[in-house]
């Protein structure tokens, strides 16, 4: 299987692993998530099509490192594994930060 295939199918499953078995954010079950997702999605459409289009390339995909497969506008589908995998794991560092800030400002019981 082609490396950049492998890649981006292994991040995907690292990031859903890590959301559904050790952070346990509940990032997916939130509409606002996959809002953000449809969203993140449409622009990665616009702009991955123009720069993999190809009848004007501007970013170039050696053939032996990818499936081949495209979807609209020539997009190599392995894009959109690693578009979900950048966004989420970000989505979800950012929950769990937040939940660190505001367990830090909790007023400590003990000193009340």
Do not use: C, N
């Amino acid at each position: 299987m082609p490396e950049y295939t492998v890649l981006a199918v292994a991040s995907v499953v690292a990031v859903v692993v890590i959301e559904t078995r050790v952070w346990r954010t509940g990032l997916f079950r939130t509409g606002r998530y996959w809002i953000s997702m449809a969203i993140v999605g449409f622009f990665q459409v616009l702009v991955d099509g123009w720069l993999t289009k190809l009848d004007a390339p501007i970013v170039l995909y050696a053939p032996e490192h990818h499936l081949g497969v495209r979807a609209p506008w020539d997009i190599p589908v392995e894009d959109f594994l690693f578009g979900f995998s950048m966004v989420t794991l970000t989505l979800m560092l950012w929950v769990r930060a937040g939940r660190r800030d505001a367990e830090t400002r909790r007023p400590d019981k003990e000193h009340a």
